[in-house]
Structure formats: structure tokens, C-alpha cells
């Protein structure tokens, strides 16, 4: 045997142990959604994707975009068993959602740690692409820390890029590390890009998971701001002791919102927020958190040159 297939092998098995200890958890995903063809005729229409179990007791983890518009949902085991399944809750804003299945011995895969990833590392994708059951690519990590937009335009910060093959189908099936532990939930490729894939790290599922479980979704703060980013003059910057050159343009604040409430003004340029610089929406986006619910926030902005302190008390996100 030479020295290459050596490396084959330890490959290979390297692939195959973490196959065996993720496989049995994977599930195939089955939606049907009710579609509007006319003013009063509806259709049903489904899709698919994956998902695993993550907690013996029937708690499976997928993508938002998998179960969106759901009005049934079936998920299907690697032994053929299907089973109705009910939605827990779910976060757009991550792509993750949580479902429950009445069965039991179902087997779960463990969360691992993907704070540990290293570029260069191996890892294995599971799903069903194309609705091939339990399929496996492997492929090693790209890139950490990859942002993306969500379908509702806030970032997915933190990113797993990694060029194991994902394809319709794939999409909230397990990104697996060679010890056997989910790193990963996998959530998007990039159309027409060759071995860029992304999956969100279990740092973040982790979090969204304990929230559904809590609250049935992830709570967040909302201010009712419109904007994009915008350049501060230098002169001004430097006269009111800015620590950014660029703040959020307010475009549009919605009427009777908690910025509304607080006297932000379209025109105004937000550049503080609770003590923390902002230099465009996604900054403003990162800030707002659980902990500013229904708390006094200070907002520092500039209105016509002129430097203004106001307070808001974000309410929650949907109120």
C-alpha cells in the first residue's frame, strides 16, 4: 500500500465515523402551503429540504426558508418512518427554525462547539438534495465569519463557509466536524458559484434554539427606523468628538413607533445608540437585543448640523 492510499484511507475514515454518528438524526423535511391562484381559489403547493433531530424527544432543527408558509409538515427518518410534525418556532433572521415529533427512540445528534472550526478544517454536509435521501458530501472549511443577507435584510453574521456540495434540498441539514459533533446548520449556496456554500455555526443555533424553546421565537428590539448609511463631514465629526465618520441617514420613521414617540425625524443622522457608535443599519440592527426591550436607550444624533441627544424605549420587534 503507498503512502497515498494511506491518506485515502485515513480520509475515508475520517468521512465514514462522522456519517455514522450524524446519519440516523438527519430527516427529510416535506411541506405543503397553501398558494393564492385567484381571489378566492387556492392551491397547494410543496417543497422539501432537511433537518436533524438534536434532542431524543423529538426536537429537530431546519432552515425558516424550509417551513415557511407551512401547512403541513412531514419529516421522514433514515428508517422510512414518517411522521407529522408541528412547528415550535422559527427565526428568519438566522434561517433557523425549530420542529417537535411524536416519536420515541429517535436518535439525536450532538451539538458540537463551532467556535473551534479552523479554515482547512474537514467537515461532512448531510441532506437530501434534489430529495436524494441522506446524501454526504464532504469538503473542508473555507472561510469563518461570513456575513449574508437573511430574506428579511438583516445580516446572518458568523457564517461556516465551506465547500462541501449543497443543492436544493440540502438546506437546513447538518454541517458535521470529523469527530462527529454538528458544527453547523447548512442554509445557502451561491447560484452559479462553484464549492460556496454557507452554514450557520451552532454558536449561533445554540442561542436561537434556547429562545424558541422559551418564547417560541427569538425577541428582539424595534424602533421604527428607516435609513441608509451616510458620510459625516470631517468638520463635523471632529466639532461634536465623533468616534465614526459615518451614521445611519433616517429616510423614514413609522408613525406612532417608539422612534416616533422619542422625536427622531426623517433627515435626522443617527451616530450613537446606547453609547455605541452606528455607521449604517446593520450596525443599528446588531444593537437591538432582548435586553433594550421596553428599557430608556439614549440615541445620539445630528440634526442640521446641530448635535441632539434623545431617549427611546424600544418595544419588541413585531409589537
Do not use: W
Not at 462522522?18 to 430527516?27: G, S
Not at 459615518?246 to 453609547?275: C, E, K, N, W, Y
Amino acid at each position: 500500500m503507498t503512502k497515498d492510499d494511506d491518506l485515502l484511507d485515513a480520509y475515508s475514515v475520517a468521512v465514514m465515523a462522522a456519517v455514522d454518528a450524524v446519519a440516523p438524526a438527519v430527516v427529510k423535511v416535506d411541506v405543503e402551503s397553501a398558494s393564492s391562484t385567484g381571489a378566492r381559489r387556492r392551491r397547494s403547493t410543496g417543497g422539501s429540504g432537511s433537518g436533524f433531530v438534536f434532542a431524543a424527544d423529538g426536537l429537530i432543527l431546519t432552515n425558516s426558508h424550509v417551513v415557511e408558509g407551512a401547512r403541513r409538515i412531514t419529516v421522514t427518518t433514515l428508517e422510512a418512518e414518517r411522521l407529522n410534525a408541528d412547528l415550535v418556532g422559527d427565526d428568519p433572521h438566522t434561517d433557523l427554525a425549530v420542529l417537535r415529533v411524536s416519536s420515541g427512540g429517535l436518535r439525536a445528534a450532538p451539538l458540537g462547539d463551532s467556535s473551534s472550526l479552523r479554515p482547512g478544517q474537514l467537515v461532512v454536509a448531510i441532506g437530501n438534495p434534489f430529495g436524494f435521501q441522506h446524501t454526504v458530501t464532504a469538503g473542508v472549511v473555507s472561510a469563518l465569519g461570513r456575513s449574508l443577507r437573511a430574506r428579511t435584510v438583516r445580516l446572518i453574521e458568523n457564517l461556516i463557509q465551506t465547500d462541501a456540495a449543497l443543492n436544493p434540498g440540502s438546506s437546513g441539514g447538518p454541517l458535521v466536524a470529523s469527530g462527529g459533533a454538528v458544527v453547523g446548520v447548512n442554509t445557502a449556496v451561491i447560484l452559479g458559484g462553484q464549492g460556496i456554500a454557507f452554514a450557520v455555526p451552532t454558536t449561533t443555533a445554540s442561542r436561537v434554539i434556547s429562545a424558541i424553546l422559551r418564547f417560541g421565537r427569538v425577541r428582539r428590539s424595534y424602533l421604527g427606523v428607516t435609513g441608509q448609511e451616510a458620510a459625516i463631514p470631517r468638520r463635523l465629526a471632529h466639532a461634536h468628538g465623533l468616534a465614526t465618520d459615518r451614521g445611519l441617514a433616517v429616510t423614514d420613521v413609522s408613525r406612532g413607533s417608539p422612534a416616533d414617540r422619542a422625536g427622531v425625524m426623517t433627515g435626522d443622522l443617527i451616530v450613537d445608540f446606547d453609547g455605541i457608535p452606528v455607521g449604517g443599519a446593520d450596525d443599528l440592527h446588531r444593537l437591538l437585543t432582548e435586553d433594550r426591550i421596553d428599557r430608556s436607550v439614549p440615541i445620539r444624533l445630528l440634526r442640521e448640523g446641530a448635535n441632539k441627544r434623545v431617549a427611546v424605549v424600544p418595544c419588541e420587534l413585531a409589537c
